[in-house]
């Protein structure tokens, strides 16, 4: 009862904890209880396990700050005038290289986005979208780019050997290249279906370590310049990239000597950045530490080089990157500054029919209130580190600039509680940032929506997420006018089945055989509301007189050169097309709620490089179905007949 604890239940709605939820299952209510209550404020580091010690937390409370005016993100009609556009989105890790870039790990890196940036454009694109960039964990199991290690730094994976400038004038780096040893390895990694992220690492990294050598001892004027970019780039990262590549170097050696990549497993010492026995392992190792630093020099430089070949291809916006709604508790954000993060919860989601026990993803929550105290410095860092080089962001679960749902450590799911974040200020952090970089913002305002939250983001001029394949109601798929003007339209997520699954049911497949759905009643009846899905999908693309079927097409290309007409014919200001439906990718790159060692999500690649997907009937059906008011005016693609 309320009354029993009412200075926890104060201090708990001071704090921003909800009273309960309703139910996506039944639409009842879940009332937060006391205990949750408890480790909720507690994990915001207040006291309240007793009315004594709540009323004391009660009075360490300020009055809070005033919200801040509401000036709007940086508009679309900067960028596109009036016009609409469209692109290409792609997992970039799982991108195909041509079969004679020798220098390739079998792990989609920047060259491969070049590649992907120079095609887009002349097909008239506007922007070629990737997932999160973030610098992850390279081991079995791990790999995943929505849990990264640091959303402020990059994974180096994505670094292109051949274009890192010492390449030509090492000779250890060519002889290694030329190597039998290293050549079967790197072939063996190109030619698998699947991603070894662990040795696509060993192998990449036994490349660029002479690259690295060469950076630092070669003499002249070219050598000279770069050591002086790389000098400017450290000034300008600052403390937060010693931080990052110390936790580098220091997982390096721990997992050297048998242990992992977790900060939490490591002595208690070497736990937090600021220790001294940190400091005296830097002092030690500077060269490992250089070594990262590097890394992440190179690959900005990289990431830089693409952008600037994008806006000389004609693409309007250029790269969008995608930002991860957190970082894992043993990573390297959490490390450097654990006084920004909530001890003792982590995110996740309520039940809902899509996962009925609910989700934990298992890192650590921002703490609201330390955000303020911050005063939203990080924040700001974070999305100034990922619109670097960027005409757009997708900020991934942009619910959480609202709520997030938080899961005391050892409960379940569906005994947690949403807290809530100052939205106000978030928000205008957001367009302060956007307009600096000159850039857009995506919010993917998916899922249970809090009221009126989607009309704030439009006000501040985000624009939303609208899904083909959510778009629905008890009569079918809605027409194609429903859709908003200020939005990305696209079929699916990287959480959704790519079209070509939708059409043969592989995902459902995938997760019978990975025990997500429970036995074959189960799967009978998924297959069943498929069939209708389908039946209701091409009965809306037939009404609206786009779908026209012919002896030399096969049908599910011509479905999904129907689905791009449809989007296309949305009035939504961006159109996405997913890399992964031109190619007909069947299997999804992700299978949400299921654990790796039941299904290895995030580590299939495509199964045909770039220049044969875009060769495609398939592609150049789905492609041709974009009409010119949507292609760019440098586009060389001709007008569809």
């Given at each position: 009862?309320?009354d029993?604890r009412p200075?926890?239940?104060?201090?708990?709605?001071?704090?921003?904890?909800e009273d309960?939820?309703r139910?996506a299952l039944d639409?009842?209510?879940?009332?937060?209880?006391d205990?949750?209550r408890e480790?909720?404020?507690g994990?915001?580091n207040f006291a309240?396990?007793?009315?004594?010690?709540?009323?004391?937390?009660?009075?360490?409370?300020?009055?809070?700050a005033?919200?801040?005016?509401a000036?709007r993100c940086?508009?679309?009609d900067?960028?596109l005038?009036?016009?609409?556009?469209?692109?290409?989105?792609a997992?970039?890790?799982?991108v195909?290289?041509?079969?004679?870039?020798?220098?390739?790990?079998g792990?989609?890196?920047?060259?491969?986005l070049?590649d992907?940036?120079?095609r887009s454009a002349s097909e008239?694109?506007?922007?070629v979208?990737?997932?999160?960039?973030?610098a992850t964990?390279?081991?079995?199991?791990?790999?995943?780019p929505?849990n990264?290690?640091?959303?402020?730094?990059?994974?180096?994976l994505y670094l292109?050997p051949a274009?890192?400038?010492e390449?030509?004038a090492?000779?250890d780096?060519?002889?290694?290249?030329?190597s039998e040893?290293?050549n079967?390895?790197?072939?063996?990694?190109r030619?698998?279906?699947r991603?070894d992220?662990a040795?696509?690492?060993s192998?990449?990294?036994?490349?660029?370590?002479p690259l690295?050598?060469t950076?630092r001892e070669?003499e002249g004027?070219?050598?000279?310049e770069r050591?002086?970019s790389f000098a400017?780039y450290r000034?300008?990262?600052?403390?937060?990239l010693?931080d990052f590549?110390t936790f580098e170097?220091?997982a390096d050696?721990f997992?050297?000597?048998?242990?992992r990549r977790?900060?939490?497993t490591w002595p208690?010492?070497?736990q937090?950045?600021?220790?001294?026995?940190v400091?005296?392992f830097?002092e030690?190792h500077p060269?490992k530490v250089e070594w990262?630093?590097?890394?992440?020099f190179?690959?900005?430089r990289q990431?830089?080089?693409?952008?600037r070949?994008?806006?000389?291809?004609g693409?309007s916006?250029?790269?969008?990157t995608?930002?991860?709604?957190?970082?894992?508790a043993g990573?390297?954000?959490?490390?450097?500054s654990?006084q920004l993060?909530?001890?003792?919860?982590?995110?996740?989601?309520?039940?809902d029919?899509?996962?009925?026990?609910?989700?934990?993803?298992?890192f650590?929550p921002p703490?609201?209130?330390?955000l303020h105290r911050?005063g939203?410095?990080?924040?700001r860092?974070?999305?100034?580190?990922?619109?670097?080089h960027?005409?757009?962001?997708?900020i991934d679960?942009a619910l959480?600039l609202?709520?997030l749902?938080?899961?005391?450590d050892?409960?379940?799911?569906c005994?947690?509680?949403y807290v809530r974040?100052p939205?106000?200020?978030?928000?205008?952090v957001?367009a302060?940032?956007?307009?600096a970089?000159?850039?857009?913002?995506i919010?993917?305002?998916?899922?249970t929506?809090?009221?009126g939250f989607?009309?704030?983001?439009?006000?501040r001029g985000?624009l939303?997420?609208?899904?083909?394949?959510?778009?629905?109601?008890?009569?079918?798929f809605?027409?194609?006018?429903n859709?908003?003007?200020?939005?990305l339209?696209t079929?699916n997520?990287?959480?959704?089945?790519?079209?070509a699954a939708?059409?043969?049911?592989?995902d459902?497949?995938l997760?019978?055989?990975?025990?997500?759905i429970?036995d074959d009643?189960?799967?009978?009846?998924?297959?069943?509301?498929r069939?209708?899905?389908?039946r209701?999908?091409i009965e809306?693309?037939?009404?609206?007189?786009l779908l026209?079927?012919s002896?030399?097409?096969?049908e599910?290309?011509?479905?999904a050169?129907?689905v791009?007409?449809f989007?296309?014919?949305?009035?939504a200001r961006?159109?996405g097309i997913?890399?992964?439906?031109l190619?007909?990718?069947?299997e999804?790159?992700?299978?949400?709620?299921v654990p790796p060692e039941?299904h290895a999500?995030?580590?299939?690649?495509m199964r045909e490089?770039?220049d044969?997907i875009f060769?495609s009937?398939?592609s150049?059906?789905?492609l041709?179905?974009v009409?010119p008011a949507?292609r760019?005016a440098?586009?060389n693609?001709?007008?569809?007949s």
């Amino acid at each position: 009862m309320a009354d029993s604890r009412p200075a926890l239940h104060q201090l708990a709605a001071r704090l921003g904890v909800e009273d309960g939820y309703r139910s996506a299952l039944d639409g009842s209510w879940v009332a937060t209880t006391d205990t949750a209550r408890e480790a909720l404020v507690g994990a915001m580091n207040f006291a309240a396990d007793t009315e004594r010690a709540a009323e004391r937390s009660l009075s360490r409370l300020d009055e809070g700050a005033s919200e801040p005016p509401a000036r709007r993100c940086f508009d679309a009609d900067s960028r596109l005038q009036d016009r609409s556009a469209y692109g290409v989105f792609a997992n970039l890790y799982s991108v195909r290289s041509r079969d004679d870039a020798r220098h390739h790990c079998g792990f989609g890196n920047l060259g491969d986005l070049e590649d992907l940036v120079v095609r887009s454009a002349s097909e008239g694109a506007a922007f070629v979208g990737v997932n999160p960039l973030h610098a992850t964990v390279h081991r079995p199991g791990q790999f995943c780019p929505y849990n990264p290690v640091s959303r402020l730094f990059r994974d180096p994976l994505y670094l292109d050997p051949a274009s890192v400038p010492e390449f030509p004038a090492c000779p250890d780096a060519l002889r290694i290249l030329d190597s039998e040893a290293w050549n079967t390895r790197a072939e063996r990694m190109r030619r698998s279906q699947r991603l070894d992220v662990a040795a696509a690492e060993s192998t990449l990294f036994e490349l660029l370590r002479p690259l690295f050598e060469t950076f630092r001892e070669r003499e002249g004027n070219l050598a000279d310049e770069r050591r002086g970019s790389f000098a400017l780039y450290r000034d300008e990262q600052g403390q937060a990239l010693i931080d990052f590549a110390t936790f580098e170097a220091l997982a390096d050696y721990f997992e050297a000597s048998g242990g992992r990549r977790d900060a939490a497993t490591w002595p208690r010492e070497y736990q937090h950045s600021d220790g001294t026995a940190v400091k005296r392992f830097r002092e030690e190792h500077p060269s490992k530490v250089e070594w990262h630093s590097w890394l992440q020099f190179e690959i900005d430089r990289q990431l830089g080089a693409v952008a600037r070949t994008a806006k000389q291809a004609g693409l309007s916006i250029g790269i969008y990157t995608d930002l991860a709604l957190g970082s894992s508790a043993g990573g390297s954000d959490v490390w450097s500054s654990p006084q920004l993060f909530a001890s003792g919860v982590s995110v996740g989601a309520p039940p809902d029919a899509f996962s009925p026990k609910g989700q934990d993803w298992s890192f650590p929550p921002p703490d609201p209130h330390a955000l303020h105290r911050d005063g939203y410095a990080f924040w700001r860092r974070l999305l100034n580190s990922n619109l670097r080089h960027a005409g757009a962001l997708r900020i991934d679960h942009a619910l959480a600039l609202r709520r997030l749902f938080w899961i005391p450590d050892g409960a379940a799911p569906c005994d947690g509680a949403y807290v809530r974040y100052p939205t106000a200020h978030l928000l205008s952090v957001c367009a302060e940032v956007s307009h600096a970089h000159g850039a857009l913002l995506i919010a993917e305002d998916l899922g249970t929506v809090p009221e009126g939250f989607s009309e704030e983001l439009h006000e501040r001029g985000f624009l939303s997420s609208r899904v083909l394949l959510f778009e629905r109601d008890d009569d079918g798929f809605l027409a194609s006018s429903n859709y908003p003007r200020e939005c990305l339209a696209t079929a699916n997520t990287h959480d959704l089945p790519p079209l070509a699954a939708f059409e043969t049911d592989t995902d459902l497949a995938l997760r019978r055989r990975a025990g997500q759905i429970p036995d074959d009643a189960t799967l009978e009846q998924r297959r069943l509301e498929r069939s209708t899905e389908r039946r209701q999908l091409i009965e809306r693309l037939t009404a609206d007189g786009l779908l026209h079927s012919s002896p030399k097409i096969p049908e599910t290309d011509a479905r999904a050169a129907a689905v791009t007409a449809f989007l296309c014919a949305t009035p939504a200001r961006l159109v996405g097309i997913a890399l992964d439906d031109l190619a007909g990718e069947d299997e999804p790159i992700n299978l949400p709620g299921v654990p790796p060692e039941r299904h290895a999500s995030w580590l299939r690649r495509m199964r045909e490089p770039l220049d044969e997907i875009f060769e495609s009937s398939r592609s150049r059906g789905m492609l041709t179905a974009v009409p010119p008011a949507r292609r760019t005016a440098k586009s060389n693609h001709g007008t569809p007949s």
